[in-house]
């Protein structure tokens, strides 16, 4: 038997049009989605881990990932001095290039720094 090459069909006007308004549909679903988690990803905030240490006039932290040192802020009680902890929180730069992290709250406390660092 032979067999036969069935002629190539184009999808009739209704089948193109649905297609089409399906496709449009999906586009504005994932933007709109794309819009309503933006704020979410974007006030997620940041982590940092080091020793904190009273410099007078601030307590700072060296973050272990990135060696940059910040004057931490926030709540004096959620900061421990001397000790190895994680925060969450946001980072800032001020207009002259000083680091400063904006705890938001301990999220896990190591215990006692094993070496001071020293902060420059």
Do not use: W
Not at 44 to 49: D, E, P, Q, V
Not at 54 to 78: C, F, I, K, M, R
Not at 94 to 99: H, T, V, W
């Amino acid at each position: 038997m032979q067999t036969v090459a069935k002629p190539f069909v184009t999808p009739s006007g209704n089948e193109a049009l649905l297609k089409s308004h399906l496709r449009y549909r999906l586009i504005v679903l994932l933007f709109a989605l794309s819009l309503l988690l933006s704020p979410v990803f974007a006030n997620a905030g940041t982590s940092i881990t080091g020793c904190a240490v009273s410099t007078p006039p601030a307590v700072t932290l060296q973050n272990e990932s990135d060696h940059q040192t910040y004057d931490l802020l926030g709540d004096p009680a959620t900061i421990k001095i001397n000790q190895r902890a994680k925060f969450s929180g946001k980072k800032r730069k001020d207009s002259s290039g000083k680091r400063y992290f904006v705890v938001g709250k301990l999220e896990k406390d190591y215990g006692p720094c094993k070496i001071f660092p020293t902060v420059p």
